[in-house]
């Protein structure tokens, strides 16, 4: 059974992020699309940081095995982006970029497209200080 304080943050992560959740050998997941402090440009505006924070600090903790990864989309994310969620993850063991394909179901196809291998590893570089593993998916090595 969870204690109070978990169950209050783990209800926010469910409610309030992209997460992935199985079983405890697949660990959860939260995808950052955003800086957290401009959160317009992704598109969100009125969305509670204080809850995302504690999400945040809740797999922060260990309690569970986790991931966090940002799936790079070009007229999305800039390197400023980068520079901002680096030290917002600070401590995580991994976190992943995920580079943006155009598959056709995208809601507004056209508009965004992806970035070359050469940007993504200069994002990575960007979080790399601040995190234990950083990993692009999603680019030909």
């Known amino acids: 059974m969870k204690s109070g304080k978990t169950s209050i943050i783990y209800r926010n992560v469910l409610k309030y992020l992209v997460i992935t959740a199985a079983a405890a050998a697949y660990g959860a997941g939260i995808s950052l699309f955003i800086d957290p402090n401009n959160l317009a440009p992704g598109g969100v505006s009125g969305l509670s940081m204080e809850r995302i924070d504690e999400s945040i600090e809740f797999l922060l903790s260990g309690s569970v095995p986790y991931e966090f ?49 050469d940007e993504m590893t200069a994002f990575a570089d960007l979080v790399r200080p601040y995190v234990g593993q950083v990993s692009l998916r999603g680019i030909d090595y």
Request: net charge negative.
């Open 69 to 117: 990864r940002t799936t790079v989309v070009r007229g999305l994310h800039t390197s400023d982006d980068f520079r901002q969620i680096g030290p917002w993850i600070k401590g995580c063991p991994e976190y992943y970029l995920q580079c943006f394909t155009e598959s056709g179901e995208v809601l507004v196809p056209g508009v965004y497209s992806d970035f070359t291998k």
